[in-house]
Every structure is written in structure tokens, then in C-alpha cells.
């Protein structure tokens, strides 16, 4: 399968839910692809840090979710700014949501890992799929 990551699931990861854990480890294990948008990485960070965490704790986990060439931090390219910019304004989600479902359609993933409500209209139109638990 072929994943792309909101930050919903990047959090999943840091509590070290067991859904989360075993989608990084077949990754690992080359089973998996997981695609992890900036934007998410970035959102991620922000929640984390508004938690208490110390930068270092935060910086250190992203390393480790990093592990594999199967487990990809994908940056902003025309391609996805420009297919972010159309998400948002087709189905009038937040722009930083349609960066990662940009992300998910530009790298043609089977699921957007996420249980973010605002993902719904995609779903709905059958834009992308979506997984989350």
C-alpha cells in the first residue's frame, strides 16, 4: 500500500498507537510506502510543541519516523501548490489540509492516513480514500 500522512496519524505515532506503529514498521519491512507531507510535519510539530514537548523530543521522533526509503518527507513542488490551490478552492477545505491531500493525489498513495473531518468532502467526492481508525 501506498500512504500519505496527516498529521493525525504522525500523532497516532508519537503515542505510539499499535495501527500507527505497524504501518511505519512494514515501511520498514518494505511492505508499505508512507509519504509524509512538510505541512504535516510542520502542523505535527506545532500540536506537539503546544503539548509541552521540548524541541529535542520532537526533532529526535521525526528521525526515527524517518528510518526507511520507504518512509518519505515530501516537499512543496508547482505540481502540489498548484493542485493544493485547487483543493481548497474546489471543496473549500483549509489550505494546509489541501497540501497534504495534494501531496496524497500528486504521489498517487491507496489512502490519506487522517481522521481530520475536513478531509471529508474528498472522501465524499471520491477525490481520495481515506484510513483512519
Known amino acids: 500500500m501506498r500512504y500519505c500522512a496527516d498529521s493525525w496519524f504522525l500523532i497516532a505515532l508519537f503515542q505510539k498507537d ?13 511492505k508499505d510506502w508512507v509519504f509524509i507531507p512538510i505541512t504535516a510535519l510542520a502542523e505535527t510539530s ?25 518512509v518519505t518527507l515530501i516537499l512543496f513542488t508547482k505540481d502540489i501548490a498548484w493542485e493544493a490551490a485547487n483543493i481548497a478552492h474546489r471543496y473549500g477545505i483549509p489550505l494546509l489540509d489541501s497540501f497534504v491531500a495534494a501531496t496524497a493525489k500528486t504521489n498517487n498513495v491507496d489512502a490519506l492516513i487522517s481522521g481530520d473531518e475536513h478531509f471529508l468532502p474528498l ?11
Open 18 to 30: 499499535q495501527k500507527a506503529l505497524s504501518i511505519i514498521e512494514n515501511a520498514k519491512l518494505k
Open 46 to 70: 506545532k500540536r506537539l510543541l503546544q503539548l509541552g514537548m521540548a524541541k529535542e523530543d520532537i526533532l529526535r521522533f521525526m528521525d526515527k519516523t524517518e528510518t526507511s526509503e520507504r
Open 123 to 133: 472522501k465524499k467526492a471520491k477525490y481520495l480514500s481515506l484510513l483512519s481508525w
